[in-house]
């Protein structure tokens, strides 16, 4: 019998009414399956995930599948939003046996939970170059029937492989650093914009490195590769040219046909980004673009009464990859004036932004802006540009009218962490209040749902795990910072004191992912994956308490941190890039002390100045604030002008 219906997961939901006998994730799954000798089947995927909606319709609900799954294999629905740490485990596993990674996470156990066989998206008969998950079936219990002491020798080979191994500590240079630049920049695509190649992920750590250098340095080469990154993505169809908002990565090199799943993390991470860009370069298009995220968020990623939702699904429906974000010329037509069409389909509308499975849908991208389409039209650019405006208005109108892709509303404590710090950050550079009081409310609300005496959970029933309490210390110094709150000062210190207690390894330094052994493995991870490393991250927050406390212990953990992974590191290139943030922070921490009311005029101007790697500390209102680059401090300062002129007169001592 299914057992998935009663699952707060809206994805375990989705599989309830499959007549495959799914079970979550639980130990009466894997007491059943020791008891009949069965090997275990985990799938493992999202709500938002495209292929694994394409896996479903394929193959579970095909009879032949159904009686070899029920009749052969104990199977588990697995939710990897909801036990990340559990998937993450399978995913290196599958990694390791050359099958690559990513959803839906096919892999067979045996009844004490190690991994024998896996993949990933399986087709219900051989294509696509891929064996057929019929097949795959047969031979795997085939395998596990008559190969018994194979697959056990095989598990154990494997689960040894999968063990850490010792990380070797390295010293905290500037050098470190400054090198690092060169190895993110040398992954920059400088013809597309962003790093590596296709598929490519927006990497916020490094984009947030090299901007954040640029402030200090002045590299031309760093802000060059900032910017073409930052056009490259709000340009292409990875951005969501009508709402808002951007989709999770890019099948292609040019930012034009994404993966079209909307995620809380990556927009979270991207709205910081480009509000950031926005204060350092003062590009009008970057405030345009962060406004954006923070419409899409408000309209369709969060809760009226507080907090965010984890993501939009890719798809209505597997069959029809993007259709909700897809128009054909036809449709373009039918929904704009002549001018309009002449335009918008010369903006948006074009051949690079077909989609494999029908040519005739295209996703939107701005190949041509404004003034190049009002030259070639004998146009005024306001015109034109007035057309735009008004031609995606009707765009917009038309596709709300459409069947929207699902949304999980599940409240991860994680994600809220990240949305609610970027909102607040955003509304500094911004002067946004609405995301200022929305982040607010939204802290509150998670911190009343997730927060239960001294616990806190990742969602309701899941006990949290590193991310959580990293990103929603995060949130309350963020919010701090705000408003000169002591509650979420001293709500920060008790979270982080709970986090020290349960994920510090106080043997190498760094924190682990999870309290306890998964699978008979701790992991510890500087990654960016692709949103920034929850360890490097912690680094930065631990530097912050140090001096919102005076605790000197914080910086001695972040120091630890920071040298348990410098080796490593150096190998990561743009994936290390919110360890470099960390790194940088550490010597480059500007404290700036408010001796002033936090509704104050001064108190203001401090939290709206752009200036990297900032703690705001409030103390006895005097009027002023006082300075300090790391133990040295500075004369106080009275008026806004001031701070200013002493950022300005200190960028390069950093």
Request: charged share 30%; net charge negative.
């Amino acid at each position: 019998m299914n057992k998935l219906a009663r699952e707060r997961s809206p994805y375990l939901r989705h599989a309830a009414d499959q007549k495959i006998e799914w079970y979550p994730w639980s130990e009466e799954a894997f007491e059943r399956a020791r008891g009949e000798d069965r090997p275990v089947f985990l799938s493992s995927g999202a709500v938002w995930c495209h292929w694994c909606h394409v896996m479903a319709k394929e193959c579970f609900f095909d009879d032949e599948v159904v009686r070899l799954l029920n009749d052969h294999f104990i199977c588990i629905k697995l939710d990897r939003d909801e036990r990340p740490d559990i998937d993450r485990r399978y995913q290196q596993a599958v990694a390791a046996m050359g099958s690559g990674g990513g959803w839906p996470l096919s892999v067979f156990l045996t009844p004490d939970k190690r991994p024998f066989f896996g993949g990933t998206y399986f087709p219900p008969e051989d294509s696509y170059g891929r064996p057929g998950f019929k097949r795959v079936l047969r031979a795997v219990v085939e395998l596990y029937r008559k190969n018994r002491e194979e697959v056990a020798r095989y598990t154990a080979q494997l689960m040894d492989f999968l063990k850490p191994e010792g990380l070797p500590r390295g010293p905290i240079t500037v050098e470190l650093r400054d090198g690092a630049v060169g190895a993110v920049m040398s992954a920059f695509d400088p013809r597309n914009g962003g790093f590596g190649t296709a598929p490519k992920f927006p990497l916020h750590g490094a984009m947030t490195f090299l901007l954040n250098r640029h402030f200090f340095d002045r590299d031309e080469g760093s802000a060059l590769a900032v910017r073409k990154t930052l056009d490259a993505m709000a340009k292409g169809g990875f951005h969501d040219q009508l709402k808002g908002g951007f989709h999770r990565y890019s099948v292609d090199e040019a930012w034009v046909v994404p993966h079209f799943e909307k995620m809380a993390d990556d927009n979270a991470w991207l709205l910081r980004v480009y509000a950031d860009a926005y204060g350092l370069f003062g590009a009008p298009y970057y405030r345009q673009v962060a406004e954006g995220i923070i419409t899409f968020a408000m309209s369709v990623l969060s809760d009226p009464e507080g907090g965010f939702y984890a993501s939009q699904d890719a798809d209505v429906t597997p069959d029809d990859e993007g259709g909700y974000f897809t128009w054909t010329d036809e449709e373009f037509r039918a929904v704009l004036g002549k001018d309009e069409y002449d335009v918008l389909s010369r903006h948006l509308l074009h051949e690079r932004g077909s989609m494999h499975h029908d040519p005739s849908k295209r996703v939107l991208f701005a190949a041509r802006d404004e003034s190049a389409i009002a030259r070639e039209m004998g146009k005024s650019e306001e015109a034109v540009k007035e057309l735009i405006a008004r031609g995606k208005a009707k765009l917009l109108n038309e596709r709300d009218r459409r069947t929207a892709p699902f949304i999980d509303e599940t409240l991860y404590t994680s994600l809220n962490g990240m949305f609610i710090t970027s909102f607040l950050s955003a509304s500094r550079m911004l002067g946004h209040d609405g995301a200022r009081a929305f982040a607010l409310k939204s802290l509150d609300r998670i911190l009343r749902l997730n927060r239960q005496e001294e616990r806190l959970l990742h969602t309701a029933g899941v006990e949290a795990l590193l991310d959580d309490y990293v990103y929603i210390v995060e949130a309350l110094i963020a919010a701090y910072e705000a408003t000169g709150s002591a509650a979420c000062r001293d709500e920060a210190e008790r979270l982080m004191e709970q986090c020290l207690a349960k994920f510090w390894d106080g043997s190498e330094g760094g924190f682990f992912d999870a309290e306890t052994e998964v699978l008979g493995i701790r992991l510890k991870g500087i990654e960016d994956i692709p949103h920034p490393s929850p360890n490097a991250a912690a680094v930065m927050q631990l530097l912050k308490l140090s001096v919102l406390t005076g605790r000197a212990l914080y910086r001695q953990r972040a120091e630890e941190a920071l040298s348990a992974f410098a080796v490593r590191a150096r190998d990561l290139g743009a994936h290390g890039g919110y360890y470099f943030c960390s790194l940088d922070a550490y010597f480059s921490l500007l404290t700036l002390t408010i001796e002033a009311s936090p509704e104050s005029p001064l108190a203001d101007a401090a939290r709206s100045l752009f200036r990297p790697y900032t703690a705001i500390v409030y103390a006895e209102d005097r009027q002023r604030i006082i300075p300090c680059l790391g133990d040295t401090c500075y004369e106080p300062l009275s008026e806004p002008s001031g701070l200013r002129e002493f950022i300005d007169s200190t960028v390069k001592a950093s």
